[in-house]
């Protein structure tokens, strides 16, 4: 081609790329044993561009207002000697002649990792999700959860109807007075403590409590392939960072989490989900 004797265009296209991508994430991650998939959702922004196929609004890093860009699903799987591998990214726009929901486009990227580690999972690894509090939604629990995974979520709506551990009906919040302090963790976060002026990376103490409860959820959730209600048994777990004022993390998860070494390894995950983040941050700053 650097002589002009062909005339043969490379096949590469974004698909083929990502499904490259896809397939060498996957075989990092050969023979692990606990496999942690972080699904972000982010904004690629393209302030200066005029041409591009599709552009939609998309908010500012930093100010206020929008720009044109694009959102983008992305999955890292985590292994636990520290590989890492890529499972899935895709630009996707609500401009665009295919697009239906940003729901389908996170089903679609839960469809696509499921279906890429089936065979690690068929061969023993257990897979758990990661997910910020934009996640907070019983239909992605279930897509989840329909393959048998595993999953981590940071809630956002407290007044969230499940079922205690003897399957009464309640809302999270009541909830609150049976969380069961089971540890104390400790980890380096950017946090800001109080009496300081802003936030830095630093030694922190977390107490880490859970309570059990229910979630009645469906395979297919808000699809049409909508299947019958099912219960996962699972835990509200409460993380409190010592002389930090915030609120504390509330996380629902179904790993099991009923002895201080489970409490400390939910902790543990999710914050690995928080540096990873922080690393989606720099990158969509630099594309941006």
């Not at 552009?55 to 000697?81: D, K, M, W």
């Not at 239909?139 to 407290?158: D, G, K, M, Y």
């Amino acid at each position: 081609m650097l002589t002009g004797e062909t005339t043969h265009r490379s096949d590469l296209d974004p698909d083929h790329l990502t499904a490259k991508l896809q397939a060498h994430g996957v075989e990092r991650l050969q023979g692990e044993a606990d496999l942690w998939v972080v699904l972000d959702g982010s904004d690629l922004r393209k302030p200066h561009a005029q041409r591009m196929d599709c552009l939609q609004r998309v908010p500012r890093l930093a100010g206020g207002g929008t720009v044109h860009g694009y959102r983008t699903p992305n999955a890292i799987g985590l292994g636990s000697g520290g590989r890492r591998g890529l499972l899935y990214h895709r630009l996707f726009s609500s401009h665009a002649p295919d697009f239906v929901s940003e729901a389908d486009e996170t089903r679609t990227a839960i469809a696509s990792v499921a279906a890429a580690l089936g065979p690690l999972v068929a061969a023993g690894s257990v897979v758990t999700w990661t997910l910020d509090a934009g996640f907070d939604d019983v239909a992605v629990w279930s897509a989840i959860w329909a393959p048998a995974h595993r999953l981590v979520c940071r809630l956002a709506h407290r007044d969230r109807w499940v079922r205690d551990a003897d399957g009464v009906v309640c809302q999270l919040g009541d909830l609150a007075a049976q969380l069961r302090p089971l540890a104390e963790a400790a980890a380096a976060m950017v946090v800001q403590k109080v009496g300081q002026s802003r936030p830095k990376l630093q030694p922190v103490t977390a107490t880490v409590a859970a309570v059990p409860l229910q979630v009645a959820w469906r395979p297919g959730l808000r699809t049409t392939a909508e299947g019958e209600e099912r219960t996962q048994a699972c835990g509200l777990v409460e993380v409190r960072l010592q002389r930090v004022a915030q609120e504390p993390w509330w996380l629902l998860t179904d790993r099991p989490v009923t002895t201080a070494e489970e409490a400390v390894t939910i902790f543990r995950l999710y914050c690995q989900r928080w540096a990873i983040e922080d690393a989606f941050k720099v990158a969509k700053t630099c594309l941006g």
